[in-house]
C-alpha cells in the first residue's frame, strides 16, 4: 500500500505515489503533507494541503537531526488542530518513518525502540538507515533536544566534520570548545600530573566502550581511583577521548590532521589528536581521536558541597 496509519495518533506514513491517491487522502481526512525527499514536487499534488518539505536523502551524511524541531512543530500544529497528516518520502520507509519516529519519541518521552515499534505495527516496512538510527539513539539521549550545546548532536557533527574534512585532506575547524573550568558543578575533573592545571571536566569526556569479550572488560567494570571511587575509564583504557577544550584551540585551529598537545601551563607533553580517528588501547576506535594520556593526568573525583 501506498499508505499506513500510524496506531494512536492521526499521523499516515507513505510513499510519493500516495500524494496521486487524492481520493485516498481526502477519504483519510488528511489536511497536512510533509514532504522528505529532494527535488521539486509536483505543485498540484499538494496544493489543497498545508505542505512543508524537508530537502533530504536517504543518506547516511544526512543530518537528519536538525529538522526534528521543525518537523516535530509541523507535525503538532496538524494534530492539534485537529488535522491529520501524511508524511511520507519516496519508499515510505527510511526519511518519513524517521521524522515520525523522532515526533513520537518527543511527544511520549518515550524509547527509540518503543517509537519504532509503534510505527512499525502501522508499516512493518519503516526502517529508518543505519545512520538515521544513531541519530535518533543520540536524540533520545540528549533528552529530545536538538541544539548545539547538545553534547551527543555536537558530538556526532563533529565526527561527521572530521570524516568528510579528512577524506579530502583537510582539518576541520571546531565551532565548540569545552571550558576546562565548569561553571556548575561536575564528579570529574582531570588535572595535569606535574602542575594541577585544570584540563577537562565530566562533560567533555566522550565514554567509548573497549572491544573485548573479557568479563573484566565489560562496560560495568571500572578502575579505581581511591576509596569507593571508580575511574571513567575501563584499566585497558590509556587514553581519555575528549570534546575540544579551549586551552586546544591554538593547537587544533593550525589546520594540522595531526598533532601533540603540551599542558597549557607547564608545557609539559600529555597528549595528541588525529582528526582521522585515534584507536584506543582498549580497542575501541573514536572519531576524532583528541586524547589526553591517562598516566599523564590524574582523575579527581569532585562532591557537591554540602547546603
Known amino acids: 500500500m501506498a499508505m499506513h496509519k500510524v496506531p494512536g495518533y492521526n499521523i499516515y506514513i507513505g510513499t510519493l505515489f500516495a500524494l496521486q491517491g487524492q481520493k485516498a487522502l481526502a477519504d483519510a481526512g488528511v489536511t ?24 533530504v536523502d536517504d543518506d547516511d551524511d544526512e543530518d537528519m537531526l536538525q529538522y526534528f524541531n521543525r518537523s516535530n512543530a509541523f507535525i503538532e500544529e496538524a494534530l492539534s488542530s485537529g488535522g491529520t497528516i501524511l508524511v511520507h518520502c519516496i519508499a ?11 515526533y513520537i519519541m518527543q511527544d511520549r518521552r518515550i524509547s527509540l525502540e518503543e517509537a519504532w515499534s509503534l510505527v512499525q505495527e502501522g508499516r512493518p516496512i519503516a526502517n529508518p538507515n543505519d545512520s ?4 535518533l539513539a543520540i536524540y533520545e539521549q540528549d533528552g529530545f533536544v536538538v541544539s548545539e550545546s547538545s553534547p551527543g548532536y555536537r558530538r556526532w557533527k563533529l565526527k561527521k566534520e572530521a570524516e568528510l574534512a579528512t577524506a579530502s585532506g583537510t582539518a576541520p ?53 581511591g576509596p569507593g571511587m571508580e575511574s571513567v575509564l575501563a584499566p585497558s583504557c590509556m587514553h581519555y577521548f575528549l570534546d575540544p577544550v579551549r586551552w586546544m584551540k591554538s593547537e587544533l585551529e593550525k589546520g594540522e590532521l595531526d ?14 589528536y588525529r582528526w582521522q580517528g585515534m584507536k584506543c588501547t582498549c580497542g575501541a576506535w573514536v572519531t576524532p581521536g583528541i586524547s589526553i594520556q591517562r598516566g599523564r593526568v590524574d582523575e579527581i573525583r569532585k562532591f557537591a558541597a554540602n547546603a
Open 132 to 135: 538515521f538510527k544513531e541519530q
Open 92 to 102: 515510505g520507509i527510511s526519511r518519513s518513518s524517521t521524522l515520525i519516529i523522532a
Open 32 to 55: 497536512h503533507v510533509l514532504s522528505a525527499l529532494r527535488g521539486s514536487i509536483d505543485e498540484r499534488l499538494v496544493s489543497s494541503f498545508e505542505h512543508m518539505q524537508i530537502q
Open 259 to 272: 598533532g601533540k598537545f603540551d599542558c597549557p601551563k607547564c608545557q609539559t607533553k600529555i597528549g595528541s
Open 173 to 225: 575547524l571546531p565551532k565548540v570548545y569545552s571550558e576546562e573550568k565548569a561553571a556548575g558543578n561536575s564528579s570529574v575533573e582531570l588535572r595535569c600530573k606535574k602542575c594541577r592545571c585544570p584540563l577537562a571536566q565530566s562533560s567533555a569526556i566522550i565514554p567509548h566502550l573497549p572491544h573485548s569479550t573479557s568479563s573484566k572488560y565489560e562496560p560495568g567494570y571500572k578502575s579505581k581511583i
